[in-house]
């Protein structure tokens, strides 16, 4: 398949989180560390090829992670699409929502928690993915971390083994 049929897909960790007294996990803000990680994160996005869609977990931390990228990416940014599963679904559902993206989407981010973006990382990268790339996806995935995939396969046919992790990106 010729490049321009290729879809990327990259799966970011949301930024670093505070661990304030008496507020739930989901309810967890940023903390300082975190606002600056994710705009380098984005930064990063803007100069590599902002994405067209973004799937994001409910999540403050999430969102406010998400908040900061578009920030960054401005008037590239996409409306990014809020999704509970993404929070707690585990990488079966995350997997299940990106199979539902439609055809015209060529450049998804999703941003979402570990394990599951470790576990869906290591469950979609191919033989042919950058060993010193998939080597750093596998050992950690720290927090504003960018795994970014290739694949000539359409969103529905996504599954296992069938993209090539091309980048894991720590943005620091």
Request: with cysteine; net charge negative.
């Amino acid at each position: 398949m010729t490049e321009h049929h290729l879809k990327r897909l990259t799966l970011m960790r949301h930024a670093k989180s505070d661990y304030p007294m008496g507020v739930s996990d989901h309810e967890r803000p940023l903390a300082a560390r975190g606002h600056r990680e994710a705009a380098l994160a984005g930064q990063w996005l803007a100069a590599h090829g902002a994405p067209d869609f973004i799937l994001c977990s409910s999540a403050l931390r999430a969102r406010q992670s998400c908040t900061w990228v578009c920030k960054e990416l401005a008037e590239q940014a996409p409306t990014p699409k809020l999704e509970d599963d993404l929070y707690d679904g585990g990488p079966v559902r995350m997997l299940a929502l990106i199979n539902h993206l439609p055809e015209t989407v060529t450049s998804l981010l999703v941003v979402s928690h570990l394990p599951t973006v470790q576990d869906l990382g290591l469950r979609l990268a191919s033989r042919d993915s950058d060993p010193e790339a998939y080597m750093q996806l596998a050992e950690r995935y720290p927090t504003s971390s960018l795994a970014v995939f290739e694949t000539g396969s359409s969103w529905a046919e996504l599954d296992g083994q069938d993209a090539s992790l091309s980048y894991f990106v720590v943005p620091r």
